[in-house]
């Protein structure tokens, strides 16, 4: 599982018939002093986060088991919003 901060989202109007209905939004990967790792990358959001919200992320076929069909075109979503970060 990895953490990441919400700064966007993508709107796509053609798109793979599984990614109907699902609200995609770009998400930047970040470390436990909230700086940014890695590439940005788009998951499908399972939870009702918005921009700015500090989310957890799954990726592979962990993500695709979210959904209810395992060949659904997901490789990350988020399923978690992040309240505080104690270290």
């Known amino acids: 599982m990895l ?21 995609l939004m770009i998400v930047q990967p970040i470390n436990a002093q909230k700086e940014a790792v890695r ?3 788009v998951a499908a959001d399972t ?15 962990s993500a695709r088991h979210l959904f209810s069909e395992p060949s659904e075109a997901v490789d ?12």
């Open 47 to 61: 939870v009702g986060a918005g921009i700015g919200d500090y989310v957890l992320l799954n990726s592979g076929s």
């Open 3 to 23: 953490m990441g901060k919400i700064i966007g989202s993508v709107v796509s109007t053609q798109k793979d018939s599984s990614l109907v209905g699902k609200k």
């Open 76 to 87: 990350c979503a988020i399923v978690g919003i992040i309240d505080t970060f104690d270290m």
């Open 39 to 41: 590439f940005q990358q």
